[in-house]
Antibody, heavy 118, light 107 residues
Framework: QVQLKESGPGLVQPSQTLSLTCTVS????????VSWVRQPPGKGLEWMGV???????AYNSLLKSRLSISRDISKSQVFLKMNSLQTEDTATYYC????????????WGQGVMVTVSS | DIQMTQSPPSLSASLGDKVTITCQAS??????IAWYQQKPGKAPRLLIR???TLESGTPSRFSGSGSGRDYSFSISNVESEDIASYYC?????????FGAGTKLELK
């Protein structure tokens, strides 16, 4: 059974760093890429970045200077770190698996709501 | 970046109606468009990939079509469980980009 589950703090102070974990099961991180997608309250979806099956990464240019995605294959975990958070980074953060043009995001985590506020 | 222009932003329908949502890409996306349904407080659910391929479990009243830059998504015979927001996604080029969404409401 394929599952992804995000975890992390619900509240982050402005200018601080956000750290989120996506724990997956039912598939291998060497078989599927994992992306992070976020959604501000009441707004649309924004792709943030991906870690490929081979371990390399790609980021949305709008976030590239602040964003880092990594993984621990042995723990089936993917990590997101984003620094210099501002109030506009308040959003629900999702991880989702994909296989590029073969298969778009077919399984998603339930999402974690992150509020940036002092 | 490929821009996805989705319309309309909102749609009001009666049960049993047919509704159509469109997405226009800023360049040819070679049919690499997917459609998602999202209900409040839930993650998006993949309904259709590669323009018209229904995912397992997607009811046959959902359909997709298009080519080049222009794509559409339809629901025939709208049911109450279809009340949700819908998003298109192009996945041919990075950054992957979503349409702004369409909120389907009951009339």
């Amino acid at each position: 059974q394929v599952q992804l589950k995000e975890s992390g703090p619900g509240l982050v102070q402005p200018s601080q760093t956000l750290s989120l974990t996506c724990t997956v099961s039912g598939f291998s991180l060497t078989s599927y890429h994992v992306s992070w997608v976020r959604q501000p309250p009441g707004k649309g979806l924004e792709w943030m970045g991906v870690i490929w099956t081979g371990g390399s990464t790609a980021y949305n240019s709008l976030l590239k200077s602040r964003l880092s995605i990594s993984r621990d294959i042995s723990k089936s975990q993917v990590f997101l770190k984003m620094n210099s958070l501002q109030t506009e980074d308040t959003a629900t953060y999702y991880c989702a698996r994909e296989r590029g043009v073969v298969a778009p995001f077919d399984y998603w985590g339930q999402g974690v709501m992150v509020t940036v506020s002092s | 970046d490929i821009q996805m222009t989705q319309s309309p932003p909102s749609l009001s329908a009666s049960l049993g109606d047919k509704v159509t949502i469109t997405c226009q890409a800023s360049q040819n996306i070679n049919k690499y468009i997917a459609w998602y349904q999202q209900k409040p407080g839930k993650a998006p659910r993949l309904l259709i990939r590669y323009t018209s391929t229904l995912e397992s479990g997607t009811p046959s009243r959902f359909s997709g079509s298009g080519s080049g830059r222009d794509y559409s998504f339809s629901i025939s015979n709208v049911e109450s469980e279809d009340i949700a927001s819908y998003y298109c996604l192009q996945y041919v080029n990075l950054p992957y980009t979503f349409g702004a969404g369409t909120k389907l409401e009951l009339k």
